[in-house]
């Protein structure tokens, strides 16, 4: 089993900056890809965007030009994400598609941006 276990999120101002961190238990040789994922309250979690074992991203539309995805040696997934606005407020949880071994996810961590 693998533990994810993510952080920096908090509180900060529209038009700001956060990086959130996404630190697996072990190393996963071989992923698929990794992720991130958000969920606003009352709404459906939804995609932000990957990054494949390549290291290459991709991004919903929302997240294209403000988010950056990078990870670091199989273990350590990132998240920064610039130009906030209110509605990113959200919880945002990290994925690590490892299948067929697992499929593993963070605990989540609430990011609020205030107007």
């Known amino acids: 089993q693998v533990h994810l276990v993510e952080s920096g999120g908090g509180l900060v101002q529209a038009g700001g900056s956060l990086r959130l961190s996404c630190e697996a238990s072990?190393?996963?040789?071989?992923?698929?890809?990794m992720g991130w994922y958000r969920q606003a309250p009352g709404e459906q979690r939804e995609l932000v965007g990957t990054?494949?074992?390549?290291?290459?991203p991709t991004y919903e539309d929302f997240a294209k030009g403000r988010f950056t995805i990078s990870e670091n040696n199989a273990k350590t997934l990132y998240l920064q994400m610039g130009s906030l606005k209110p509605e990113d407020t959200a919880v945002y949880y990290c994925?690590?598609?490892?299948?067929?071994?697992?499929?593993?996810w963070g605990q989540g961590i609430q990011v609020i941006v205030s107007s």
């Open positions: 072990r190393r996963l040789f071989s992923y698929n890809s």
């Open positions: 990054i494949t074992s390549g290291g290459i």
């Open positions: 994925n690590f598609n490892h299948l067929p071994h697992g499929n593993y």
